[in-house]
Every structure is written in C-alpha cells, then in structure tokens.
C-alpha cells in the first residue's frame, strides 16, 4: 500500500530554517509527481509546493523564494527546504501524491514558528 511519512517538523525562531522529509513506499517513485501542503489552526489545508516527475518545481506566492521543494528518486524521498520563516508559516505540514484517481497523505509533521 502506498504509504507517506513526514519528519523534520518543529519549533523554530522566525527567521530561522527548517528541513523537511517525506518517505514515499508503495508506488514507482519516480514517475510521480508529489506535492506538501500545510495546515494552520482554524484554517484549510493550503498547497505549498509541487515537484513534477521531471523535477519542475512550483509554489504558493507566500513561500516562492523561501522554500524549495525538491526529490531524490534514489531514496523515495521529497524535500521541503523552508527558509526566512515567518509565524504565518505556523501549521502541520503534509506530504501528498496522486495516483490514479487517488490521493495518498502522510499524518504530517508540524511546524511552529515563533515571533
């Protein structure tokens, strides 16, 4: 089955940087492309970034130029580089693939920015 899990989250002064990973099981890695999304309190869960399988990259316009999502196919695993965080940047953090008419979440890892 397929299966997500996130890791990296925590507590962390504004301005400061965080890493996040995300282990992919179940599915052909590489031929997908995988997505984080985040969730603040009170709030929906938001797209923040997108990896297609050929590595092309987009991003929310509230985290372009801060964060960077990237993958290694080597190890079933996506990144979220997080830079320059902002209190806003507060919330659970989720790993997210599509496959077929599917869609797969990891239990996420929550982020807190302090001010």
């Known amino acids: 089955q397929v299966q997500l899990v996130e890791s990296g989250g925590g507590l962390v002064q504004a301005g400061g940087s965080l890493r996040l990973s995300c282990a992919v099981s179940?599915?052909?890695?590489?031929?997908?492309?995988m997505a984080w999304y985040r969730q603040a309190p009170g709030k929906q869960r938001e797209l923040v970034a997108v990896?297609?399988?050929?590595?092309?990259?987009n991003y929310a316009d509230s985290v372009r130029g801060r964060f960077a999502i990237s993958r290694d196919n080597t190890r079933n695993t996506v990144y979220l580089q997080m830079n320059s965080l902002k209190p806003e940047d507060t919330g659970v953090y989720y790993c997210?693939?599509?496959?077929?008419?599917?869609?797969?979440w990891g239990k996420g890892t929550l982020v807190t920015v302090s001010s």
């Open positions: 997210n693939v599509q496959v077929g008419g599917s869609r797969y």
């Open positions: 990896i297609t399988s050929g590595s092309s990259t």
């Open positions: 179940g599915i052909i890695f590489n031929i997908y492309g």
